[in-house]
């Protein structure tokens, strides 16, 4: 995964945050909207496509298009410089293979340690009841 590469295909998109602010929120675009196809790009292998296809199946719009928006802060600059952040922290999240699990016994001293506990334990409640008078 080239960076660089991928840094070049994102397209952005200034938009007008919504919510409170009076005057000033409604003529300036300082929201930012990041959108990346990922079945077109050229920076990533068919392997890493397939792969993010999978794992962001439900981040993409019906064209395979990811969108990621960011209105957090009142500067346009730091809202984009925030989104592409948030972009490659999701592509290394969504590329990252998890090690495969080696299924292990457990070693024969943690067995007997286990079942000697049990024991114990098993001895402390029976000596809390009443005696029997039988």
Do not use: Y
């Not at 989104?83 to 490659?88: A, I, L, Q, W």
């Amino acid at each position: 995964m080239n960076k660089e590469q991928i840094r070049r295909e994102l397209q952005f998109k200034a938009i007008r945050s919504s919510g409170a602010g009076g005057q000033h929120v409604n003529k300036v675009s300082s929201k930012v909207e990041l959108v990346f196809s990922i079945k077109d790009s050229v920076a990533l292998t068919e392997h890493e496509k397939e792969r993010l296809l999978t794992k962001l199946g439900s981040r993409l719009t019906k064209e395979g298009m990811l969108v990621l928006q960011c209105g957090e802060s009142r500067s346009q600059h730091k809202n984009k410089a925030l989104v592409v952040e948030r972009f490659f922290a999701l592509l290394k999240n969504g590329l990252h293979v998890p090690k495969k699990r080696r299924p292990t016994k457990p070693s024969k001293s943690s067995v007997e340690k286990r079942l000697k506990s049990k024991k114990l334990d098993s001895r402390k409640k029976t000596d809390r009841q009443k005696p029997k008078w039988d």
